[in-house]
């Protein structure tokens, strides 16, 4: 099958194309005017400075690259002491085929209808800059531009601007209002800025722009015309204060007998954020008593591994502005990873996250579902010779739980006051040639309880440095590399949990480069990565080489996965940029990749193939597959010896329709085959644009898991001298999880929008053929109640299965007994948001979240049946509002 694709894809290249031009040249410069007429944003371009010729200098992206547009557009820029003004006549031969929906603010990417997007970089560095983006149905986006490249931008920036956008019988217009208090620019008489412009035709699949990134080559805002006229402009003094009141009610828990929960719970709150500008190019955003809640649940998850999940960060405060703590992957536009761990030096939720102390025996207990910030305050922006800045500072309060014994009432800590700090700086060169960096986080906790120590670190820091460089003067070949060092202290109890734990594994009894310190308050570790990656040209390319050391720990304030290991890849391909008859684009690729411990072990191995079509309809096919020959696993049996993974293969494949349809479908799914687990999966994203303002989604996933080999538990044996005195009990799981993603988005008017989401999932895993390691190095088993060994089930004394089983039946091993691991778990989740921003900058939003879940200890997948128990549960629901008024 793959060399079948790559014939085919080979063949299709060898068909004649729409070359582009030579010599492919764009406009220099667009002319600003200053005005002291007053521009009402309503996109009627009633106004006198809009009647003027305006620039025409548009040239074709997509389809046919440097030719000329289907449809001639004319832009205006206008300027007075507040603010930069916009205009847009987009002339069209066939009004009627304007494709205009309204979605929700910022859904740049996945909305089809024709539209514009004004760029501009203020600073004029040619690296990084703002973009405003206009519907044709007048939906709003903005958001940054970063490192020289078009995508991906970061749309979690939001600013507070005015754009509006009409359709009329020659076409339609665009008018939008940019406060200078929304942007960063040099103070002085003359301004040196880039600006550029981009037209959509969504029936055409149609990109006309200014200026553009030709294909296969590199850089987008160093291409930018020169925006000629500003004069005698001044950065504003920047200050914008948002109080705003929170309500919110809790119906939750339905026992009776519970003191701590009467089923309802009013929460009244308060509190002020404040965006302030110091000196010319930087922001402060500070909040006091923060309203840190989210609006849309987190998707549920059943995790078995011995790895903790991750989830998107959904708080305003944190994903704004975001880039500027983005580390390790500057310069380059590709980021390949092949079983690299990927660790993120800030992951912001680790403040505000749920307690994380243990709790003695208790019959009912209230416990905080997260850890209150106390306050806030980031500051970003340039300082002095170019350097990009941003800082975090927040502090979290003490946490107490409250708990009930036999009607005895105790409140114990179980988080101390913590201090959270990061701290990013970058800065590059030569026009985004060269760039350098450095990053660090620090945590400090203030413990009152002893035993609270034994859980959680006392402090942790980390220092990074990265940066990347051309390799050439044509920028074809960057290289770029970040290194780090992590520091945690805390009692020696703690250290020895976190030796142990399942970041690192120091226990591992054949690894006799780690060993456990018992005496050890602190452990060091480091990390770092280089990649050179083909930044230009239809021929990819992409190598890294990548190390963490056993010791390197970051999850206080970032997210890794875990550490002991070196990892490296190659990857190659060739893409087919230029379209033809035949096809819109197309790829195949290749790479090989392996990883190892420090103790020189090869933990993962593979060769990666994979071929990607799009058709001239927009419709498209991916597939792709890795072979896995036998590697080692350090990690099966959870601190124990290694086993071996035997060979595995894994296809994935994907097919999907043209997002402008009414009805958009995805299709996709993979398999994997071995002797260790057989594992096939299916999902498909359904679309439908069910008028123009109302869309429906819908994203069916059904997974079944045989896992060989699951881990089940380990206990010591001193006869178990083929795995160092201790047994590693495994079994078969057949596991089998259905889920939903359900989301419609009704967008009443560009200020006034509903979005629900809802995620019914079924999960079952059933345990057989238990099982224990016969020895290291091997996946070899001993399957219990064969060759002398026994496996005794019973059923206790609540009903409950539980199996007890031993090596070696009547002699001497130990025996172990353990209750059914058999699970069925359902879930229900779901949230309504209300959002109406009454006016510019203030917002209204009503919330609904409602949550329902079961566990039981039955394996059996029954759908029916599962689904009238979850309807059965009683609801959680939480009622929110919060009203903000921007000054």
């Not at 548009?58 to 449809?71: L, T």
């Not at 205006?76 to 507040?82: P, T």
């Not at 709790?359 to 009912?364: H, T, W």
């Not at 008017?749 to 053929?769: E, N």
Request: net charge negative.
């Amino acid at each position: 099958m793959r060399i079948i694709l790559l014939l085919l894809l080979m063949a299709i290249g060898v068909i004649k194309a729409s070359e582009p031009p030579d010599n492919l040249k764009f406009i220099s410069h667009v002319e600003a005017f200053r005005t002291e007429e007053k521009i009402t944003i309503d996109a009627i371009l009633s106004e006198a400075v809009w009647k003027g010729p305006g620039c025409t200098g548009f040239i074709q992206q997509d389809p046919i690259e440097g030719c000329k547009p289907s449809q001639r557009s004319e832009v205006w820029i206008r300027y007075d002491d507040e603010a930069i003004y916009f205009a847009a006549r987009y002339y069209d031969t066939n009004p009627d085929s304007i494709f205009a929906r309204l979605v929700r603010r910022d859904y740049i990417w996945g909305d089809p209808s024709d539209g514009c997007v004004l760029y501009l970089d203020s600073y004029g560095d040619k690296t990084n800059g703002y973009f405003f983006y206009v519907s044709a149905a007048g939906a709003l986006a903005d958001g940054l531009i970063e490192n020289d490249l078009k995508q991906p931008n970061d749309l979690t920036w939001d600013a507070v601007w005015d754009g509006a956008a009409r359709i009329d019988s020659e076409g339609w217009t665009v008018e939008m209002k940019i406060p200078y208090s929304q942007l960063r620019f040099k103070d002085g008489s003359s301004q040196n800025w880039g600006v550029n412009v981009e037209r959509f035709i969504s029936r055409a699949a149609e990109t006309d722009m200014l200026a553009f990134t030709p294909r296969n080559e590199s850089g987008f805002t160093s291409r930018f015309p020169e925006l000629k006229g500003l004069q005698s402009i001044k950065p504003p003094r920047r200050l914008e204060i948002m109080p705003y009141i929170t309500g919110k009610a809790e119906y939750i828990g339905n026992d009776t007998n519970d003191p701590f929960n009467p089923g309802h719970k009013y929460l009244p709150g308060a509190g002020l954020d404040i965006r302030a500008g110091i000196g010319r190019s930087l922001t402060l955003n500070a909040t006091i008593n923060p309203d840190f809640g989210q609006v849309e649940v987190d998707p549920a998850v059943v995790n078995l591994t011995d790895v903790e999940s991750s989830y998107e960060e959904k708080r305003p405060f944190f994903t704004e502005g975001v880039t500027i703590f983005r580390f390790g992957r500057g310069g380059i536009n590709d980021n390949i990873t092949f079983n690299w761990t990927s660790p993120n030096i800030f992951y912001s939720r680790r403040i505000g996250r749920a307690p994380q102390g243990n709790l003695p025996q208790y019959d009912y207990a209230d416990v905080p579902s997260g850890t209150h910030i106390l306050g806030a305050a980031k500051l970003s922006g340039k300082i002095s010779n170019d350097w990009r800045i941003g800082t975090i500072h927040a502090i979290t309060k003490r946490e107490f739980a409250q708990i009930d014994l036999s009607g005895e009432r105790s409140s114990i800590e179980i988080e101390p006051l913590s201090y959270y700090g990061v701290l990013r700086a970058q800065r590059d060169y030569n026009f985004g040639r060269q760039g350098l960096g450095a990053f660090a986080t620090f945590t400090n906790r203030f413990f009152n309880d002893r035993e609270l120590q034994n859980s959680i670190n006392k402090d942790a820091l980390v220092a990074a440095m990265d940066g990347w460089t051309n390799l050439d003067k044509e920028g074809t070949f960057v290289l770029n590399a970040w290194a780090a060092v992590s520091r945690v202290s805390g009692s020696e109890n703690r250290m020895i949990s976190l030796q142990r734990g399942s970041g690192h594994y120091f226990q591992r009894p054949d690894a006799s480069y780690l060993k456990v310190d018992s005496s050890a308050t602190s452990m060091t570790g480091y990390a770092g990565r280089i990649v050179v990656n083909k930044n230009r040209g239809p021929v990819v390319f992409n190598a890294a080489l990548g190390l963490m050391s056993p010791e390197f720990e970051i999850n206080d304030l970032g997210f890794n996965l875990y550490s002991d290991l070196i990892n490296a890849h190659l990857y190659t391909g060739y893409r087919w940029n230029t379209p033809t008859s035949i096809y819109q684009n197309a790829g195949i690729f290749l790479a090989a990749f392996t990883s190892y411990d420090f103790g020189g072990n090869r933990t993962a191995q593979g060769y990666y193939t994979a071929g990607s079509l799009t058709f001239p309809n927009l419709y498209g096919i991916s597939i792709s597959n890795i072979y896995y020959p036998e590697t080692y696993n350090n990690r099966r049996t959870r601190g124990g010896p290694l086993t071996l993974n035997p060979v595995s293969r894994y296809t994935k494949a994907s097919l999907y329709t043209d997002s402008r349809l009414w009805m958009v479908l995805n299709l996709s799914g993979y398999a994997r085959t071995g002797e260790d687990a057989d594992s096939y999966s299916a999902s498909t994203t359904l679309e439908i644009k069910v008028t123009p303002t109302l869309t429906v989604q819908f994203g069916p996933t059904y997974t079944k898991d045989d896992f060989g080999a699951q881990w089940v538990t380990s206990y010591a044996d001193l006869s178990a001298k083929n795995t160092y005195s201790r047994r590693y009990v495994f079994a078969h799981l057949d596991q089998t999880t259905l889920s939903m993603d359900t989301r419609a988005d009704w967008i009443i008017s560009p200020k006034l929008s509903m979005q629900l989401y809802l995620q019914p999932l079924i999960s079952t895993g059933k345990y057989s053929f238990f099982k224990e390691l016969r020895r290291s190095k091997t996946y070899e088993f001993l399957k219990y109640g064969e060759e002398g060994s026994s496996l005794i089930t019973k059923t206790n004394g609540t009903g409950e299965l539980t199996y007890t089983f031993d090596a070696d039946g009547q002699g001497p091993a130990v025996s172990k007994t353990i209750d059914n691991p058999d699970f069925r778990y359902l879930s229900l989740r779901g949230s309504a948001v209300l959002r109406w921003e009454y006016m510019p900058g203030s917002t209204i939003y009503l919330v609904w979240t409602q949550s329902r879940q079961d566990y039981s200890y039955n394996g059996d997948f029954d759908f029916g049946q599962s689904m009238n128990t979850i309807f059965d549960v009683h609801p959680d629901n939480i009622f929110m509002v919060k009203i903000s008024y921007w000054l």
